[in-house]
């Protein structure tokens, strides 16, 4: 029997029985606190992370790892900014992931993030991931010509077998302490065009700019069917992806923030206490000290 919680509740929670549904899911969040109770409400949220963070490191009996997945200009990068801002850095690592380095493409699809998985006490950010493998390589499956795979099933068979891999993999890890959150951030086709307008438009955001991230858009559909594929095949009670809204960027973060939060509240944390045996040993330093003094 594994260890997990169930995933905490929320109207952006993809269905863990493999029925999720992306044209069910809005991209702009109706039920966010209106403006002047979001900021306050999120500067809450990112606290008691922080708290509960160190809680996470002196335990030292769970990781979490928050996988980010989205479309370009979604606000991948601020999210995770602002959610782990009150964190000690000591205790978070964020890796990025972008095409393959050459020593990447020598290895099976999922040893590059098995390297940056957080240790117990620590939480790993994926900005990209693993996912990657059945989304922009499902979308553009030439790029499977640089895998030097020694098969080649039919693609079908290929993302089957790989989403399955994810899959088992998430569930090890769950098993052994890995606390998994995964999100979507669900931006619409209609925001990402005035999002990059705005960047070509305000000289200090050009450097943001990818003229291939506009070539990317053209495949959208095929994007959103590669996201709904992979979400209804990996959302799972131990490894539960949420769909998030990101049409508005402050409801999005809180409510990211929240998920992240109020997962860590479920978790049975709590700092080591002292052992008997060292208790005495304790009370006569302590004394030693103050007589120092
Ligand atoms: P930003 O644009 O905010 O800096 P980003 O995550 O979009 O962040 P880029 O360097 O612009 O970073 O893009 C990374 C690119 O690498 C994306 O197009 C992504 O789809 C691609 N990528 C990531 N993983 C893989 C993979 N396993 N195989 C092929 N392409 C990948
Ligand atoms: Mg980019």
Redesign the pocket.
């Known amino acids: 029997m594994s260890q997990h919680n169930d995933p905490v509740a929320s109207p952006y929670l993809a269905p863990t029985d493999g029925s999720f549904t992306l044209a069910d899911m809005p991209t702009r969040a109706t039920d966010a606190p209106s403006n002047s109770a979001l900021k306050k409400q999120l500067e809450d949220a990112v606290q008691d992370i922080a708290e509960r963070q160190r809680m996470l490191y002196a335990h030292n009996r769970f990781s979490l790892l928050l996988v980010f997945q989205a479309m ?1 200009a979604a606000g ?2 601020s999210t995770i900014r602002k959610v782990l801002s009150g964190v000690n850095p000591a205790g978070c690592h964020v890796s ?5 380095s050459s020593t990447e493409l020598d290895h099976d699809f999922l040893w590059r993030t098995t390297c940056k998985l957080p240790e117990r006490g620590r939480i790993g950010v994926f ?2 991931s693993h996912y ?2 059945v989304l ?2 499902r979308v553009h499956p030439g ?1 499977l010509d640089a895998q030097q795979l020694p098969h080649t099933p039919d693609l079908d068979t290929l993302w089957a077998h790989r989403l399955r891999s994810i899959a088992d993999q998430e569930r090890h890890l769950a098993d052994n302490g890995t606390v998994i959150l995964k999100f979507f951030l669900n931006v619409s086709r209609e925001e990402q065009r005035k999002r990059f307008i705005d960047r070509l438009e305000v000289a200090r955001k050009r450097w ?1 700019f ?1 003229p291939n991230d506009v070539r ?1 858009r053209g495949y959208w559909s095929q994007y959103m069917h590669a996201y709904e594929q992979a979400i209804r095949a990996t959302s799972k009670p131990w490894a539960p992806w949420y769909a998030i809204p990101a049409d508005d960027k402050p409801a999005m973060r809180f409510l990211v923030a929240d998920i992240v939060r109020r997962t860590m509240d479920a978790l049975p944390l709590a700092y080591p206490s002292v052992a008997d045996e060292d208790r005495e040993l304790y009370d006569t330093l302590l004394k030693q000290l103050k007589s120092e003094g």
Do not use: A
């Not at 990025?96 to 393959?100: I, L, N, T, V």
């Open positions: 370009d991948k990068d990025s992931f972008k095409r393959p900005n990209r990657e493998e922009v390589v790029i943001k990818e990317e």
